[in-house]
């Protein structure tokens, strides 16, 4: 009867109960014209049967009653094989309201699908699709760049081809979908900080106890904030699901940084 109880909850109510994580990141690097700077990060959102688009569209909201100056999307959007969902998520998409930007990389879900369909939508919901490439916010004379590469699983990330456009000032964040790949970003030493998922935080795990199962590149950073050489990780649990569509000890999240400068 136990038993039965956790699966029920794990089915039902846990992939419904998004939690809301909310952090004060104060970069070494990052300009005062910035200070008190909102970013709003969702991940592996795993549109697919399950993920309804009014499940999407709740999300939605839920992002835009943060008030964000940014929203950052670490890929995964789609869940591999179902393409013929992608033009409602371009639906949802749309709907996202922060006060700048909302920019997008992709996960290795996102290259087992119609990959130029993925990005046409995120591009026709207005959204900045940072595939090793870099979208620079501005304050005056401060900026602020973000910075993403595409996914590393699937060998498409350049980060070369990004620090060849990034400016020398100004500080700098970094989207990549496996949270494993800080390794290689901090040693650059130019990102204050790595926005990643991939990992759902193990998705089924058992308190006190490592996760089971968790996929390649994300074996080493797999759940919330670290700190990497100098470099900020933060490692988002993500929205969706994959596999068996249950979590357990392993909520949804959406995490909400508030950026302060250190001048």
């Known amino acids: 009867m136990f038993g039965f109880c956790i699966l029920l909850y794990a089915q039902l109510i846990e992939p419904n109960w998004i939690e809301i994580n909310s952090l004060q990141l104060t970069l070494p690097n990052l300009a005062s014209e910035f200070n008190g700077y ?12 399950w993920m309804s688009p009014q ?6 909201q839920l992002v835009n009653q943060q008030k964000p100056d940014l929203i950052a999307i670490t890929g995964d959007l789609v869940t591999r094989n179902l393409s013929k969902l992608i033009p409602s998520l371009a639906d949802s998409l749309a709907k996202f309201t922060p006060k700048d930007q909302t920019v997008a990389v992709l996960g290795n879900h996102d290259y087992e699908n119609d990959t130029p369909g993925i990005i046409k ?31 590393v699983q699937m060998g498409k990330s350049r980060l070369d081809l990004v620090m060849q456009q ?39 795990r058992l308190p006190f106890i490592e996760p089971l199962i968790l996929p390649p590149f994300a074996k080493k950073y797999y759940l919330g904030k670290y700190q990497v050489e100098k470099m900020f990780l933060y490692t988002n649990r993500g929205l969706g699901m994959t596999g068996l569509h249950l979590r357990l000890f392993s909520r949804p999240e959406i995490t909400v940084f508030t950026l302060t400068s250190a001048n």
């Open 38 to 49: 909102r970013i709003v990060q969702i991940s592996d959102i795993h549109r697919d049967r």
């Open 55 to 60: 499940r999407l569209n709740r999300i939605v």
């Open 121 to 151: 939508a995120i591009q026709q919901s207005n959204i900045v699709y940072l595939g090793n490439d870099i979208y620079t916010l501005k304050r005056g004379r401060a900026t602020l760049h973000i910075a993403g590469v595409d996914d």
């Open 166 to 204: 990034l400016p020398k000032a100004g500080a700098a964040i970094l989207l990549a979908h496996e949270p494993d790949f800080a390794t290689t970003s901090a040693a650059t030493g130019r990102f204050d900080l790595q926005l990643s998922g991939h990992s759902h935080g193990g998705q089924i």
